[in-house]
């Protein structure tokens, strides 16, 4: 087989099957090879592994066995999310189901930046983007007219946020936002030009609903509130109503990054912590987190589908007005970016083979799991825990110990390759954060995670 073979065409498929092959191979060999979560040795020595395996990146002549060679490399010196002591982000391992479709997008290389590029991508987009949006504003009080964008992630959909806002109400908008809030925001009224951001504290990690009260009496409007729904630090979530209610009654407009939090509309058991997630005019949710996605399936879900007017586009040769007048879809409107991938598909198929029910059952499991971590840290004497989890992050740490030795603790197992850990500062101390995202982690899982904690917390070396 030819090295310079295409994917797709006639011939795609003889030409991939044996390339698979060799890359399931070569995850596999990797996978072992790292032994663990993460490779061990820290930067340097995964760096020298990595410069060892790759030699030289432009080669006189190529190399037949590259594919093989690099991604055992890569699979060696990954941080593998589908690991149960890999538990430090909001990094989830990505479905099987969800992959191949990723595998088959890549394969057709549709360019979702005019029709004739991604004819039947661009009505998958359509049709699966306003499901969403209508789903997600299923609870709004009064009918929407609503409408999803497919984004990177929560900071691309956070911006678009705030530049429809800046559009809708001019350039003196103000952003205020909670100290809780995602530090995409306040970078984005930076790159937007805005006002600087007001931060409203929030003393118990969630926004501080008096204090939002007395910032919008007594700031000049126009203002844009930010709230969040999942923090990156401890997962909680704001109190979405009182926050919708303030907002009415101020008349500001309202986002709410629902990036991590937004899974949880998926739960018949867990969505009513979003109650109030309708009365938003913008809200980011991510999929490659609390939907199990390959990165990247961002959302941005529009209250008024009118809004997005705001990031209309003319290029001759993508959007030609006598071409749109035939008939032919309009993309430009439809991102930031010209060329996009069909990030869509592999939403689709999840959505389509799991369900509803499939997928709430996923998340019911993530959230159930960080409940036993957070009784079993509870129950045991060397450790405190923080609180009882909102979504699937527990923080916790290790009894009677500095915040210096919590980072130490961290950095040790990372170096060995035992267990992947975040961390998180609050309440003027520094926790050690799990974050579950794999549903098939188990109670065992758990306590060997803490096990661990407890030995490289005792041990000095």
Not at 226 to 237: F, Q, S, V
Not at 397 to 405: G, L
Request: glycine share 8%.
């Amino acid at each position: 087989m030819s090295t310079t073979s295409l994917a797709s065409g006639p011939e795609g498929p003889h030409a991939l099957r044996p390339l698979l092959d060799t890359v399931l191979q070569a995850l596999d060999e990797g996978a072992h090879a790292r032994g663990g979560p993460l490779p061990a040795g820290g930067p340097a020595a995964v760096a020298a592994r990595l410069r060892a395996a790759l030699g030289d990146v432009l080669p006189q002549h190529g190399d037949p066995h590259a594919l093989h060679t690099l991604v055992h490399a890569l699979a060696a010196g990954a941080a593998d999310p589908a690991d149960p002591l890999c538990a430090a982000h909001l990094h989830c391992p990505p479905l099987a189901v969800a992959t191949a479709a990723d595998l088959a997008a890549s394969v057709l290389n549709p360019s979702l930046d005019s029709w004739d590029q991604a004819p039947a991508a661009s009505e998958l987009e359509t049709l699966v983007t306003r499901a969403l949006a209508a789903e997600i504003y299923a609870g709004a009080a009064t009918p929407p007219s609503p409408d999803a964008l497919i984004t990177t992630g929560g900071t691309e959909s956070n911006q678009l946020a705030l530049l429809l806002a800046r559009e809708t109400h001019g350039t003196g908008l103000r952003l205020i936002c909670g100290a809780n809030a995602h530090h995409s925001l306040p970078r984005a009224a930076w790159l937007l030009g805005l006002p600087d951001p007001v931060t409203i504290p929030a003393p118990t990690g969630t926004l501080d609903p008096a204090a939002l009260d007395k910032a919008l009496t007594t700031l000049p409007g126009p203002h844009l509130v930010a709230a969040t729904a999942g923090t990156t630090d401890a997962g909680l979530i704001d109190p979405l109503p009182e926050i919708a209610a303030l907002c009415t009654a101020h008349h500001a407009r309202l986002h709410i990054d629902a990036a991590y939090g937004g899974g949880l509309l998926l739960s018949d058991r867990h969505r009513n912590k979003l109650t109030g997630l309708g009365h938003a005019h913008t809200i980011t949710l991510d999929l490659h987190k609390l939907g199990w996605q390959p990165v990247a399936a961002g959302l941005l879900a529009v209250r008024d589908a009118h809004d997005l007017t705001a990031l209309d586009q003319h290029a001759d040769y993508l959007n030609a007005d006598d071409d749109t007048e035939a008939g032919l879809p309009d993309l430009l409107g439809r991102s930031l970016r010209t060329t996009r991938r069909p990030d869509i598909l592999k939403i689709a198929v999840t959505l389509k083979t799991l369900g509803r029910t499939g997928l709430g059952a996923l998340v019911d499991q993530v959230c159930e799991r960080a409940q036993e971590f957070a009784a079993l840290v509870s129950s045991h004497p060397g450790f405190e825990l923080h609180d009882r989890p909102t979504i699937s992050t527990v923080l916790f740490r290790p009894a009677h110990t500095t915040d210096e030795a919590v980072a130490a603790v961290r950095r040790k197992l990372l170096h060995q390759g035992r267990a992947v850990l975040g961390r998180a500062p609050l309440d003027g101390r520094l926790w050690l954060k799990a974050t579950l995202l794999n549903p098939e982690t188990r109670p065992d899982d758990l306590a060997t995670l803490l096990a661990l904690v407890e030995k490289a917390a005792d041990d000095p070396a």
